[in-house]
């Protein structure tokens, strides 16, 4: 049966349905579901009260989905999906959504979701996908607040904000035992790229929920951090992906005015820190951007050495782009014809940088005495809503600590560097060609003497 695997309505807290003369019995008619919450039969119906889609039985819907019904008519959401429907029709039909009443099951179904995953690591991927690619068809992308800098400070729209909504209640239930058991665990240990078998520590009786197993810990000593005593040499903060390309714009000089410029938009330093009282150190220096894939491991560590002398949360919202793209990185699955037309082609969610000065994400001001203040930003993408900081303000962090904690969804992280540092592009190491690179890894080499006292920091 097309669709997602899910806990059953008892684990999820549903109670058995009771007698209702009002329902029709198994094997009548499917009726439709209307935004008001009653049965396409009539009035009489009690409110909130569902026929069987398709025979499926009575489907208990989260009063979120209802709000969903009531918030966006149903003829916008049937064109929606009509839309994604032309574009991606194999993996539409694989997930059994054919129009609005099937998107609502399976976006119902997606709040009790307990994650598998294939040898390719791309199942729990292309699901987080599906949902956003079928949200950013019109005319729903136009419901949503825009990726622009005039959007920053205003509220977002009731869209966006249902989305972010929606992704912190998947978040509770990822927090549940329900979220996990023996046999989906072991489509991820079964997955070669998660390197659970080689990296993850198993806690004794195993994980107790999916957002425990995907905020797992590493083995001692599997991450070497890269020269830890020379402050010069900055290391990832994250296992994660960065390509070094400015014509991507994963590395962007700020102005001393504080813009940064991304595709050709004005966006400031001021609003991606969000009222820091440090923001305008950094005028003058360098941001740079990487992305997390769902398969790697989710804890972040601080890149340099230094006094935290800022760490707060910034609620925005939980955004993910999804278009058919030919690039090299986040693909999200290809259709015959893309193949036939090019070989190479590969459909992914990319994420335009911009999206992040909007996102949830977390701030993290480290005080390096050689390379002045660095900003560490760990950003929430699609189903990650929020970020866990394991730092305070006036602790002191050798590279490679621990600072936060992503749990279930995607994500990215910035750093940005003050002019003091004297970063430029070249300075920085870009990820493996096909791979990641690894948190502790050099990310960058400060020009001028290291620490120790020698060029660079090396011998």
């Known amino acids: 049966m097309p669709g997602l695997p899910t806990a059953t309505d008892e684990e999820v807290g549903f109670q058995p349905i009771p007698s209702n003369p009002y329902l029709k019995q198994p094997g009548s008619a499917p009726g439709s579901i209307s935004r008001g919450g009653k ?35 149903k003829d916008d959401l049937t064109k929606a999906v009509q839309s994604a429907l032309g574009k991606i ?41 599906l949902f956003y690619f079928i949200l950013d068809q019109e005319p729903l992308l136009g419901k949503q607040t825009l990726v622009h800098p005039s959007s920053v400070g205003l509220p977002l729209t009731p869209l966006s904000s249902w989305i972010v909504v929606f992704a912190q209640l998947i978040g509770l239930f990822m927090d549940t035992p329900a979220s996990i058991n023996e046999k989906t665990f072991k489509t991820f240990v079964d997955s070669p790229k998660y390197m659970i078998k080689e990296e993850a520590l198993i806690p004794e009786g195993g994980f107790r929920t999916f957002n425990d197993f995907f905020s797992r810990h590493l083995k001692p000593g599997v991450r070497p951090i890269a020269d830890e005593d020379d402050d010069r040499v900055i290391t990832y903060p994250a296992d994660c992906t960065y390509d070094n390309s400015l014509y991507n714009q994963s590395i962007v000089n700020v102005q001393d005015t504080g813009i940064i410029e991304i595709k050709g938009l004005p966006w400031t330093i001021g ?47 939980a955004y993910l782009e999804v278009d058919q793209q030919c690039r090299p990185i986040r693909k999200l699955f290809v259709t015959a014809e893309d193949i036939e037309k090019d070989p190479a082609c590969r459909p992914e969610a990319p994420d335009s940088p911009g999206y992040q000065f909007l996102q949830t994400r977390g701030l993290v001001v480290i005080d390096n005495p050689v390379l002045g203040k660095v900003a560490v930003l760990p950003i929430g993408m699609a189903m990650v809503s929020s970020v866990k900081l394991s730092v305070h303000v006036g602790q002191k962090l050798k590279k490679g600590q621990e600072i936060s904690t992503f749990l279930f969804g995607g994500s990215d992280i910035i750093c940005v560097f003050e002019p003091r540092a004297k970063l430029t592009p070249e300075h920085f190491v870009p990820s493996p060609k096909d791979d990641y690179s690894r948190y502790g890894s050099v990310l960058a080499k400060a020009p001028g003497q290291g620490s120790n006292g020698t060029s660079n920091g090396y011998h």
């Open 89 to 129: 029709p194999d993996f539409m039909a694989k997930m059994g959504i054919e129009d609005a009443d099937t998107f609502y099951k399976f976006a119902n179904d997606m709040l009790k979701w307990t994650p598998t995953e294939n040898v390719q690591a791309k199942d729990v991927y292309d699901i987080l996908c």
């Open 39 to 73: 049965s396409s039969w009539g009035s009489f119906m009690p409110p909130n009260t569902y026929e069987p889609i398709a025979d499926e039985g009575i489907i208990h819907f989260n009063p979120i989905i209802i709000l969903f019904m009531s918030l966006i008519p």
């Open 271 to 317: 609003a991606l820190l969000q009222g820091s009282e440090y923001a305008d150190c950094f005028h003058g220096g360098v941001w740079m951007h990487a992305f997390l894939n769902t398969f790697n491991y989710h804890r972040q560590h601080a890149p340099v050495s230094g006094t935290v002398i800022e760490a707060k949360n910034i609620q925005g919202a």
